[in-house]
Protein backbone atom coordinates (compact mmCIF):
# COMPACT_ATOMS: atom_id res chain seq x y z
CA UNK A 1 0.00 0.00 0.00
CA UNK A 2 1.42 3.18 -0.57
CA UNK A 3 2.85 5.55 2.38
CA UNK A 4 -0.30 7.71 4.11
CA UNK A 5 0.18 11.46 3.78
CA UNK A 6 0.74 13.33 6.40
CA UNK A 7 -1.78 16.62 7.62
CA UNK A 8 -1.15 19.24 9.70
CA UNK A 9 -3.80 20.15 12.64
CA UNK A 10 -5.25 22.83 10.75
CA UNK A 11 -5.74 20.65 7.37
CA UNK A 12 -7.65 18.10 9.61
CA UNK A 13 -9.83 20.49 11.47
CA UNK A 14 -10.77 21.69 7.93
CA UNK A 15 -11.54 18.80 6.32
CA UNK A 16 -13.58 17.49 9.61
CA UNK A 17 -15.36 20.84 8.77
CA UNK A 18 -15.66 20.50 5.51
CA UNK A 19 -17.67 16.49 6.38
CA UNK A 20 -19.90 18.04 8.55
CA UNK A 21 -21.14 20.42 5.80
CA UNK A 22 -21.64 17.38 3.49
CA UNK A 23 -24.64 14.82 3.31
CA UNK A 24 -24.05 11.02 3.38
CA UNK A 25 -24.04 11.21 -0.34
CA UNK A 26 -21.70 13.71 -1.38
CA UNK A 27 -19.29 12.00 2.06
CA UNK A 28 -19.51 8.35 -0.05
CA UNK A 29 -18.58 9.96 -3.42
CA UNK A 30 -15.73 11.70 -1.82
CA UNK A 31 -14.32 8.06 -0.25
CA UNK A 32 -15.17 6.63 -3.92
CA UNK A 33 -12.79 9.53 -5.73
CA UNK A 34 -9.96 8.53 -2.62
CA UNK A 35 -10.04 4.88 -3.07
CA UNK A 36 -7.52 2.73 -3.96
CA UNK A 37 -9.81 -0.34 -5.00
CA UNK A 38 -11.63 1.79 -7.35
CA UNK A 39 -8.41 3.59 -9.39
CA UNK A 40 -7.88 -0.47 -9.88
CA UNK A 41 -10.86 -0.70 -11.61
CA UNK A 42 -10.59 2.21 -13.64
CA UNK A 43 -7.54 1.73 -14.38
CA UNK A 44 -5.95 4.41 -13.36
CA UNK A 45 -3.52 2.20 -10.80
CA UNK A 46 -1.78 -0.40 -11.86
CA UNK A 47 -2.51 -4.04 -10.66
CA UNK A 48 -1.85 -7.50 -11.43
CA UNK A 49 -5.70 -8.81 -12.56
CA UNK A 50 -6.14 -12.03 -12.28
CA UNK A 51 -10.03 -12.00 -13.16
CA UNK A 52 -12.35 -9.50 -14.46
CA UNK A 53 -15.78 -9.56 -15.48
CA UNK A 54 -18.41 -6.75 -15.77
CA UNK A 55 -19.68 -7.04 -11.76
CA UNK A 56 -16.29 -7.71 -9.99
CA UNK A 57 -12.13 -7.93 -10.57
CA UNK A 58 -9.91 -9.77 -8.74
CA UNK A 59 -6.24 -8.90 -8.31
CA UNK A 60 -3.09 -9.76 -6.43
CA UNK A 61 -2.54 -8.46 -3.25
CA UNK A 62 0.99 -6.05 -3.43
CA UNK A 63 0.98 -7.31 0.48
CA UNK A 64 0.82 -10.99 0.09
CA UNK A 65 0.46 -13.30 2.86
CA UNK A 66 1.46 -16.02 0.95
CA UNK A 67 2.30 -16.28 -3.17
CA UNK A 68 -1.52 -16.55 -4.76
CA UNK A 69 -3.39 -13.86 -2.15
CA UNK A 70 -6.00 -12.38 -4.00
CA UNK A 71 -8.42 -9.18 -3.37
CA UNK A 72 -11.55 -9.82 -4.65
CA UNK A 73 -13.39 -6.80 -5.43
CA UNK A 74 -17.02 -5.54 -6.67
CA UNK A 75 -16.44 -2.74 -9.25
CA UNK A 76 -19.53 -0.54 -7.50
CA UNK A 77 -18.22 1.29 -4.82
CA UNK A 78 -19.44 -0.40 -1.61
CA UNK A 79 -17.25 0.68 1.72
CA UNK A 80 -18.80 -2.03 3.89
CA UNK A 81 -20.41 -4.97 2.99
CA UNK A 82 -24.47 -4.22 4.65
CA UNK A 83 -24.15 -1.45 2.05
CA UNK A 84 -24.40 -4.01 -0.76
CA UNK A 85 -27.71 -5.58 -2.38
CA UNK A 86 -28.11 -9.20 -1.80
CA UNK A 87 -27.62 -10.22 -5.02
CA UNK A 88 -24.32 -8.29 -5.58
CA UNK A 89 -23.06 -9.89 -2.52
CA UNK A 90 -24.04 -13.36 -3.86
CA UNK A 91 -22.45 -12.68 -7.00
CA UNK A 92 -19.57 -11.63 -5.75
CA UNK A 93 -18.83 -14.36 -2.75
CA UNK A 94 -19.81 -17.37 -5.83
CA UNK A 95 -16.47 -15.82 -7.81
CA UNK A 96 -14.57 -15.74 -4.40
CA UNK A 97 -15.99 -19.26 -4.15
CA UNK A 98 -14.43 -20.23 -7.88
CA UNK A 99 -11.16 -18.65 -7.58
CA UNK A 100 -10.42 -20.24 -4.21
CA UNK A 101 -10.82 -23.35 -6.06
CA UNK A 102 -7.98 -22.11 -8.42
CA UNK A 103 -5.79 -20.85 -6.39
CA UNK A 104 -5.63 -23.70 -4.62
CA UNK A 105 -4.71 -25.84 -7.59
CA UNK A 106 -2.71 -23.11 -8.95
CA UNK A 107 -0.31 -22.53 -6.27
CA UNK A 108 -0.35 -26.40 -4.57
CA UNK A 109 -1.82 -25.00 -1.41
CA UNK A 110 -2.98 -27.13 1.85
CA UNK A 111 -5.87 -25.17 2.29
CA UNK A 112 -7.48 -21.16 1.62
CA UNK A 113 -9.01 -18.78 4.01
CA UNK A 114 -11.41 -16.56 2.78
CA UNK A 115 -11.19 -13.25 4.78
CA UNK A 116 -14.21 -10.30 4.61
CA UNK A 117 -13.41 -6.99 7.11
CA UNK A 118 -15.52 -4.61 7.44
CA UNK A 119 -14.52 -1.03 9.52
CA UNK A 120 -11.28 -0.10 10.62
CA UNK A 121 -10.86 -1.60 13.90
CA UNK A 122 -11.46 -4.76 12.02
CA UNK A 123 -8.51 -4.64 10.22
CA UNK A 124 -10.62 -3.20 6.67
CA UNK A 125 -7.39 -1.29 5.18
CA UNK A 126 -8.79 0.21 2.50
CA UNK A 127 -13.14 1.38 2.77
CA UNK A 128 -14.03 -0.67 -0.40
CA UNK A 129 -15.61 -4.24 0.19
CA UNK A 130 -13.08 -6.70 -0.77
CA UNK A 131 -12.44 -10.22 0.07
CA UNK A 132 -8.73 -11.59 0.74
CA UNK A 133 -8.38 -15.38 -0.55
CA UNK A 134 -5.15 -16.70 0.85
CA UNK A 135 -3.61 -19.81 0.06
CA UNK A 136 -2.58 -21.62 3.09
CA UNK A 137 0.02 -24.40 3.68
CA UNK A 138 0.79 -26.09 7.02
CA UNK A 139 4.26 -24.13 7.50
CA UNK A 140 2.99 -20.71 6.56
CA UNK A 141 2.87 -18.04 9.16
CA UNK A 142 -0.12 -16.30 8.31
CA UNK A 143 -2.41 -15.47 12.08
CA UNK A 144 -5.66 -15.83 12.33
CA UNK A 145 -6.49 -16.50 15.85
CA UNK A 146 -7.25 -14.95 18.99
CA UNK A 147 -7.67 -15.10 22.78
CA UNK A 148 -10.71 -16.67 23.89
CA UNK A 149 -12.96 -14.78 26.15
CA UNK A 150 -14.21 -16.13 29.41
CA UNK A 151 -18.43 -15.58 29.18
CA UNK A 152 -20.72 -17.22 32.09
CA UNK A 153 -23.69 -19.09 30.82
CA UNK A 154 -25.98 -15.71 31.59
CA UNK A 155 -23.18 -13.37 29.37
CA UNK A 156 -23.99 -15.87 26.32
CA UNK A 157 -27.66 -15.95 27.18
CA UNK A 158 -27.80 -12.11 27.15
CA UNK A 159 -25.51 -11.81 24.16
CA UNK A 160 -27.97 -14.43 22.46
CA UNK A 161 -31.41 -12.58 23.48
CA UNK A 162 -29.95 -9.27 21.86
CA UNK A 163 -28.88 -10.78 18.85
CA UNK A 164 -31.94 -13.14 18.19
CA UNK A 165 -34.18 -10.23 18.67
CA UNK A 166 -32.29 -7.84 16.28
CA UNK A 167 -31.79 -10.50 13.78
CA UNK A 168 -35.80 -10.96 13.64
CA UNK A 169 -35.48 -7.79 11.88
CA UNK A 170 -34.01 -8.91 8.81
CA UNK A 171 -35.86 -9.93 5.33
CA UNK A 172 -34.33 -12.12 3.32
CA UNK A 173 -35.42 -11.99 -0.59
CA UNK A 174 -37.47 -15.06 -1.61
CA UNK A 175 -35.64 -16.62 -5.02
CA UNK A 176 -36.90 -14.55 -7.99
CA UNK A 177 -38.37 -16.17 -10.68
CA UNK A 178 -38.58 -15.87 -14.62
CA UNK A 179 -41.53 -16.96 -16.87
CA UNK A 180 -40.44 -18.92 -19.82
CA UNK A 181 -42.74 -19.85 -22.70
CA UNK A 182 -42.29 -22.52 -24.93
CA UNK A 183 -44.60 -23.16 -27.96
CA UNK A 184 -45.33 -27.11 -28.00
CA UNK A 185 -46.74 -29.34 -30.91
CA UNK A 186 -49.70 -30.85 -29.83
CA UNK A 187 -49.89 -34.84 -31.15
CA UNK A 188 -51.13 -35.37 -34.48
CA UNK A 189 -54.12 -37.45 -34.56
CA UNK A 190 -56.22 -38.95 -37.14
CA UNK A 191 -59.75 -37.94 -37.74
CA UNK A 192 -62.88 -39.20 -39.80
CA UNK A 193 -62.11 -40.79 -42.93
CA UNK A 194 -58.22 -41.29 -41.52
CA UNK A 195 -57.37 -37.83 -42.50
CA UNK A 196 -54.42 -36.23 -40.05
CA UNK A 197 -55.64 -34.04 -37.76
CA UNK A 198 -53.36 -31.55 -35.60
CA UNK A 199 -54.33 -29.59 -32.64
CA UNK A 200 -53.54 -25.79 -32.59
CA UNK A 201 -50.14 -25.25 -31.07
CA UNK A 202 -50.22 -24.44 -27.27
CA UNK A 203 -48.30 -21.95 -24.98
CA UNK A 204 -46.45 -24.03 -22.33
CA UNK A 205 -45.90 -22.09 -19.53
CA UNK A 206 -43.16 -22.70 -16.67
CA UNK A 207 -41.41 -20.65 -13.98
CA UNK A 208 -38.10 -21.40 -12.95
CA UNK A 209 -35.42 -19.63 -10.28
CA UNK A 210 -33.45 -16.84 -11.08
CA UNK A 211 -29.56 -17.07 -10.96
CA UNK A 212 -26.82 -14.84 -10.54
Known amino acids: MAEQQEYSPE ?10 SMNPEEIQELVKQQCI ?12 TVYEDDKVM ?7 ANPGHVIV ?21 SVAKQLAGVIFDAVGA ?22 HIIPRT ?12 KMSEADFKKVQQTLSTKAKTIKIASPKTRVVEKIVEAPITKGKGGAKKTKP ?8 KRTP
Not at 11 to 20: D, E, F, G
Not at 37 to 47: R, W
Not at 58 to 64: K, N, T, V, Y
Not at 201 to 208: C, L
Open 110 to 131: EGVSLVQRNGQVAGQIVPHVYI
Open 138 to 149: SKDKVKEEWEPL
Open 58 to 64: AFLDIQP
Open 37 to 48: FCKIIAGEVPGY
Open 73 to 93: VPKTHYSVLPQMPDDEVGYLF
Open 11 to 20: QIAAMKKKLA
Open 201 to 208: KKKQIKKV
